[in-house]
């Protein structure tokens, strides 16, 4: 049943099908080199100029993503296991720059000795983020550690020199945090104290590149630069969308012209999937969100509301499409 019920949202951006291949194939190489044998699309990076990095900056929006995110996470029951974010950003001739730092996610799997990163979440926030910045590449990631190893371990270089193949340049950045009981606190302040590693407020990140062909790790010099997580606006929904990633990722592969966005509803913010009917036969809208999901029917700019009570996405939406086919 549908009723005249419903508020317009801002639509959502259409997203190339080409770029979604592309980041699509990206994460879940990614996946299939990092967290397990789930995915089989491979990513053929395309030559570029490059030479090994020299230094890599992280923008200060990353920092502060990443020295909270590991603060929050020593304070939580789970805080005795691995944790970690996956890095994007820009691949330089001669450096890399870190601008987003996507979350492992609460359903990762993850022990004191490993964190296996929640897959289908990463996906579909390389979806997001590759929609409003087209040339964001994955560069590497940053994870910690439970004691005082400050490097990567030998599991870890096992993992990570088969994926550093797939990679601008064949090359990646990697981080490791720790807690740090020997550098002094200085407040909210980051001191640098070595050329690849800072301390703040008793935690330590320490920074490296590995290259395909490598035989151990190298430090990197890190540096700073102002500017914003491209990926913190996903904070606001990541929940929504750990929950819901894998239904979401069905609609968008099997609906062609589907997209997926974040929108400004009366609530908040909102993860919002849009899938256009053929024709000019309207699109059917859903706002998803942690404990529920709304079906929405758009036609002429008004939203209608659509009597659906199912919180799996993809089952959701093709109850939608025979509901209007009656």
């Given amino acids: ?153 030998s599991g870890d270089y096992q993992g990570d020199i088969q994926w550093v193949k797939k990679l601008p340049g064949k090359q990646g950045v990697f981080g490791i945090g720790t807690v740090d009981h020997e550098s002094p606190i200085r407040g909210e302040f980051a001191t640098k104290i070595a050329i690849n590693t800072f301390s703040m407020t008793g935690m330590r990140f320490d920074w490296f590149s590995l290259a395909s062909g490598d035989s151990n790790y190298v430090k990197v010099p890190i540096r700073w630069t102002l500017g914003e997580d491209l990926a913190k606006p996903l904070h606001v929904v990541w929940d929504a969308m750990e929950i819901h990633a894998g239904e979401i990722e069905k609609v968008l592969a099997q609906q062609a012209k589907a997209t997926c966005g974040i929108t400004q509803g009366a609530a908040g913010h909102q993860l919002t999937l849009s899938i256009p009917l053929a024709g000019s036969a309207g699109k059917i809208i859903v706002f998803i969100f942690k404990d529920k999901v709304q079906y929405f029917f758009e036609k002429n700019e008004q939203l209608f509301a659509v009597d659906i009570q199912e919180d799996k996405v993809d089952r959701g939406v093709y109850l939608v499409l025979a509901e209007l086919s009656k």
């Fill in 1 to 153: 049943m549908i009723s005249d019920n419903g508020e317009k949202s801002n639509s959502t951006r259409g997203i190339p099908s080409l770029l979604l291949n592309k980041i699509s194939g990206l994460l879940k190489e990614f996946n299939l080199l990092i967290y397990g044998t789930k995915a089989t699309e491979l990513l053929t990076v395309q030559p570029r100029d490059l030479v090994p990095i020299k230094y890599m900056l992280i923008s200060s929006g990353v920092g502060q993503t990443l020295v909270q995110g590991y603060r929050n996470h020593l304070n939580q029951e789970r805080g005795d296991e691995e944790t970690g974010w996956l890095l994007m950003g820009y691949r330089e001739k001669k450096h890399a720059v870190v601008v987003a730092a996507v979350p492992s996610g609460e359903f990762r799997e993850a022990s004191s000795t490993h964190v296996k990163f929640n897959s289908q979440a990463q996906v579909v926030a390389g979806r997001l983020l590759r929609q409003l910045h087209d040339k964001l590449e994955v560069l590497g990631l940053f994870h910690t550690h439970p004691g005082r190893l400050r490097h990567p371990s």
